[in-house]
């Protein structure tokens, strides 16, 4: 585990809320040089507290109104092995995560579909044909408000080690 300072933290938290921001424009932020803000982004990586950066897409913008997670539960543990069922439902580009969970169901899945119809056929011709599905459980996403967790909140803000 990596000791983070109050520079540390504000860094984090800036990235973010925008991880597209520059080095010169995070350092006049945090009054620091550019070099600086270099070293310190290079250390966090290296360390393994910034894992990526990622680009964040609008599916409903893009056409896909729909968001569905499925609870997956598998229904011949020792026949299909865990890999050929993870390897399969990754392949589906609809299929936006794969979680492999503890609990009722093996997996939950975040599948976007143009329409309640398009998940239908989704479901029924990709996801129900994947090697060793038994029970699934859908929950059709309403809303969603993204912020950070607690934890990530409380140690951005210094309330954590």
Known sequence: MIELDTTDRALLRLLADDATQTA???GRKLGLSQPAIWRRTK???EAGVIIGQRLDLDAEAL???VTVFLGVKLATKGRVSI??????VSAIPEVQTVEHILGLY???????????AD?????RR???MLP???????NVLLSEERRPGPIGAALLNGALP
């Open 83 to 88: 890999a050929d069922f993870e390897r399969a």
């Open 106 to 116: 093996d997996y939950r899945l975040r599948v976007v579909a143009r329409d309640i």
């Open 24 to 26: 010169s424009a995070l």
């Open 126 to 128: 990709r996801i129900m």
């Open 132 to 138: 060793g599905v038994g029970d699934v459980e859908a």
């Open 119 to 123: 998940f239908e056929r989704v479901l």
């Open 43 to 45: 250390r966090l990586r």
């Open 63 to 65: 056409g896909f109104g």
